[in-house]
């Protein structure tokens, strides 16, 4: 199976944040994985015990900030700075869709690029059996499949079953064909149903990213995915608990939606997005020893890096150009007006009236409204005359629950 | 496409045990304060089965009409089969806006909705505007684009518009409008829609639902949220303490608090102390009082951190409450910057006097 997570590169401190006009400028900033993002990873290692197959790390981004997050995924057992630490093996491929016409995506675009990349992910896998599959029909010579099935095999494209130079692995359909055990037709058979498996894929994704904080683009992610695919990939947001029906064919999961808590019988293909309460299950021994045969070579230590074009992506709907919102320019939300430091701050000790001072025009003030701003001069005149306090914890308590009515005598 | 041609702001209401909840009562305001800006009217959208009288309801607490689907295959929520209603009805009807509540049943279905009809979702809202706005990429000036106000992820809010899409798609986030009074003498059209479902949309099935019972904490409608730090492991000396004295201060203010002014009191931690996981604390300090960007965004009346030094993750989610009172031994501490009451001391010492100031009064 293509167990496929979607993995972000969000700003490692949100402060000296570098926006040029509203939109992130994420290359001028160290990017760490999205804390989120630790959940679907860990829901990929699950389904690698309990289905087999291989997990792919699929992300979008400027490339010099995300290939070092996507290497520090292959050993995620290993402290690292930018990816927080998980008792897991890591993933075994890594996917990296980066093109300058992708900058500035919001969540459509976003979706947009990645259901497109995935879309491309599943036909490189099914391009790959293709080859194979023609070399057979036309009937080349057992040592040319095996040939190719080994170089497909080595680019981590086709699952042990198919091909295999593992020891433990003797009887993959192209082993068995070579060694004359089975024929050309029920090679074929196997072959073009392995090729109808890659459509069986999972997608998983944390609920939401740490900077955006939307969650949208799970969802809009699996929607995108159905127009290109012409079949409905549903998904199910804030997943708690999830496993593989017995048949394998759907998963059934666990979501709250709020204090509605539903189990829901998912068909594969599908997405989820993990809640940060997810907890994944271990699949028993047993299990996890028969679905080797569905693992790949192993890890590709090579990431795919992908360009707007190679995933067949009209470059209009990609990224700023893409997005129907635009950012406008933030407004900073920083210190209050009014601050007051308990034991410090000089303050009216009454209300008082607008007054002259030395032919400007003052006040008024309110009981408790501190003096700064007015000149050090009138401060303390204001104080030699007794109008003015040092503002203390009583004072506070005054302020904030002097107007609230007492419904009870506290002991 | 046409702008002009799309009007009226549709909120999509939901409904607990019959009746809608509080945050559909503060969508129906959300709209109504867009829809009086633009002199268009406040639709109710609405998705079930046996709806019985929350469509009235609706147009009671503020609504001009209610568009809705009454069908048994309605009944529980689906994303794939509300969808596909919710996308007709907007082809059909072209709505101005499109609302939903930013919760979890509202981040399941509104991205889906929105990438449908490509168009584009402002998520997590506290506050909606109407303006124009100047695109420089068309050097178009879009008239009445909703601006959708939500917090940036630093210390700031930002305004996203979606001018050249309709409907623009928002969700607004719970506790920032004010219901509307119920008012029986209101009017409004009520329309049936009449969808027929869709074999492939059914093809996720729902096995069980439950209705979990409601948290124990609720942060977001605290009135005061005394919330603890990582500071409360020291006192002003640097000597250590027990979090256990630091946690059994708060409770005992809160308990005082709330016996005293009948206040709705939690509370809170931030990410560094409930992440320590602390044996003291277990159980007790969970991931539920996190207040913060990866927790819970509050903004209560009073908002008391205890040994918190204010990291820009923890102050995104409580910037926004109206009286922040910091407590901390660092002079230094970021928090100071947003407190309205700063109390540079220790809080072992500030918060028995708290107590007792309290008690006297």
């Not at chain 1, 069986?200 to 969802?219: C, H, Q, V, W, Y």
């Not at chain 2, 799309?6 to 809608?20: A, M, P, S």
């Not at chain 2, 509202?106 to 979702?121: F, I």
Request: aromatic share 6%; charged share 25%; proline share 6%.
């Amino acid at each position: 199976m293509l167990i496929i997570a979607m993995l972000k590169g969000v700003p490692a401190k949100t402060t000296g944040v570098i926006t040029v006009s509203g939109v992130l400028r994420r290359e001028e900033m160290e990017l760490v994985m999205n804390p989120h993002d630790t959940r679907a990873l860990e829901a990929a290692y699950y389904l690698k015990r309990r289905v087999g197959g291989k997990v792919i790390g699929l992300s979008m981004g400027p490339e010099p900030k995300l290939v070092p997050i996507m290497n520090d995924l292959y050993e995620p057992s290993q402290e690292s700075r930018l990816v927080p630490r998980m008792p897991i093996y890591g993933v075994d491929e890594n996917v990296l869709l980066s093109d300058r016409r992708m900058a500035g995506a919001d969540t459509l675009a976003t979706a947009y690029a990645l259901a497109k990349g995935i879309h491309r992910i599943i036909q490189l896998h099914q391009e790959a059996l293709d080859g194979l599959i023609e070399l057979v029909r036309n009937n080349a010579p057992p040592a040319e499949v095996e040939g190719k099935a080994r170089e497909l095999y080595n680019e981590n494209m086709l699952p042990n079953k198919v091909y295999s130079t593992l020891p433990t692995v003797k009887e993959s359909y192209v082993k068995l064909f070579v060694e004359g055990r089975i024929d050309r037709e029920e090679l074929l058979e196997k072959l073009e149903e392995a090729r109808r498996d890659l459509i069986n894929f999972i997608i998983l994704a944390g609920m939401k990213t740490s900077d955006g904080e939307t969650g949208n683009t799970g969802p809009q992610t699996a929607e995108g995915l159905s127009e290109f695919l012409g079949i409905t990939i549903p998904h199910a947001a804030f997943v708690v608990d999830f496993e593989v029906s017995p048949e394998e064919n759907s998963v059934i999961a666990e979501r709250k939606l709020g204090n509605l808590l539903q189990k829901l019988r998912i068909p594969i293909p599908c997405l989820l997005t993990l809640h940060t309460e997810y907890t994944p299950r271990v699949p028993p021994a047993s299990v996890q020893k028969r679905v080797r045969l569905n693992n790949y070579r192993g890890q590709l230590r090579k990431i795919r890096i992908w360009d707007a074009t190679y995933i067949g992506a009209d470059p209009e709907k990609l990224g700023f150009a893409g997005s129907p919102t635009i950012v406008g320019p933030g407004m900073e939300i920083g210190r209050p007006p009014v601050q007051k430091v308990v034991g410090k701050t000089l303050v009216f000790k009454q209300d008082m009236d607008r007054f002259e001072w030395n032919g400007k025009r003052y006040g008024p003030f309110k009981k408790y409204d501190p003096v700064g701003g007015l000149p050090e001069e009138l401060v303390r005149e204001l104080e030699s005359k007794g109008l003015l306090e040092v503002f203390t914890l009583k004072h506070m308590i005054e302020e904030l629950f002097g107007g609230l009515q007492v419904v009870a005598r506290a002991v | 496409m046409s702008l002009e041609q799309y009007r009226d702001v549709w909120v999509y209401l939901t409904r607990e045990d019959g009746k809608l909840t509080r945050p559909s009562l503060e969508l129906i305001a959300a709209g109504r304060k867009v829809a009086d800006k633009i002199g268009q009217r406040v639709v109710a959208v609405m998705l079930g089965y046996q709806l019985g009288d929350a469509p009235n309801e609706a147009i009671a607490r503020g609504a001009d009409a209610v568009i809705y689907a009454d069908e048994p295959w309605l009944k529980n929520y689906l994303c794939l089969p509300y969808t596909r209603v919710l996308v007709e009805m907007c082809r059909q009807y072209k709505p101005y806006a499109f609302l939903f509540i930013a919760d979890e049943l509202g981040r399941d279905l509104s991205p889906r909705v929105a990438y449908r009809l490509k168009t584009g979702l402002a998520t997590d809202n506290i506050d909606l505007e109407v303006e124009d706005y100047y695109f420089g990429k068309d050097n178009t000036t879009y008239k009445n684009v909703l601006a959708q106000i939500r917090p940036d992820f630093a210390t700031r809010v930002a305004k996203i518009y979606t001018p050249r899409h309709r409907p623009q798609i928002a969700s607004i986030r719970p506790g920032n409008f004010e219901p509307l009074p119920h008012d029986e003498s209101r009017q409004g059209e009520l329309i049936r829609f009449q969808p027929s479902p869709v074999e492939d949309d059914f093809k996720v099935e729902i096995i069980e639902e439950k209705t979990l019972p409601k948290s124990a904490v609720d942060l977001e409608n605290a009135k005061v949220i005394i919330s603890l730090g990582l500071g409360i492991l020291k006192d002003g000396e640097g000597r250590p303490r027990n979090p256990r004295e630091g946690l059994k201060l708060a409770e005992e203010l809160a308990e005082l608090l709330r016996e005293r002014y009948g206040l709705k009191v939690e509370i809170g931690a931030t990410r560094a102390l409930i992440y320590a996981e602390l044996k003291e604390l277990e159980g007790i300090i969970t991931k539920e009082r996190q207040v913060g960007q990866t927790g819970k965004t509050v903004a209560p009346d009073i908002y008391i951190a205890l040994g918190i030094s204010g990291a820009v993750q923890h102050r995104v989610g409580m910037i926004r409450s109206k009286n922040i009172v910091a407590i901390n031994t660092d002079p230094n501490a970021p928090i100071f910057n947003i407190a309205h009451y700063v109390i540079n001391d220790d809080l072992y010492k500030v918060v028995p006097q708290l107590i007792s100031h309290l008690r006297g009064q």
